[in-house]
């Protein structure tokens, strides 16, 4: 594959998984959850949304696949790790949501 095809790739990629990204913050503000941080991190991983709904904060990892089982599929043990240290970052940063909970 070229490096125009690669990039080209890439691009629809990122924008599909931006609108899946919307598409959630839709569907989760819809059960009444709002948005508090969109993409928290960075290199090295990265929170896709954080939400919240009255006590509770929900840390929301977006995968756009076919099935269900194709989704879960793509968080390896390794993600979740990544993950689990973004939480903990983002905890760490905003002391009042463990004041919460």
């Known amino acids: 594959m070229s490096e125009a095809a ?11 998984g931006r609108r899946g990204e919307w598409l959630a913050v839709l569907y989760l503000g819809a059960k009444g959850y709002r948005l508090l941080e969109r993409r928290f991190g960075g ?8 939400m919240a709904r009255g006590r509770s904060i929900a840390f929301v990892e977006v995968k756009r696949r076919a099935t269900l089982d194709e989704a879960a599929g793509t968080i390896t043990a390794d993600k979740k790790r990544l993950i689990e240290a973004r939480i903990r970052q983002w905890l760490a940063r905003n002391p009042w949501a463990m004041q919460r909970h």
Do not use: F
């Open 43 to 50: 290199k090295g991983g990265e929170i896709d949304l954080i």
């Open 6 to 16: 690669r990039s080209r790739r890439a691009r629809r990629s990122g924008l599909s």
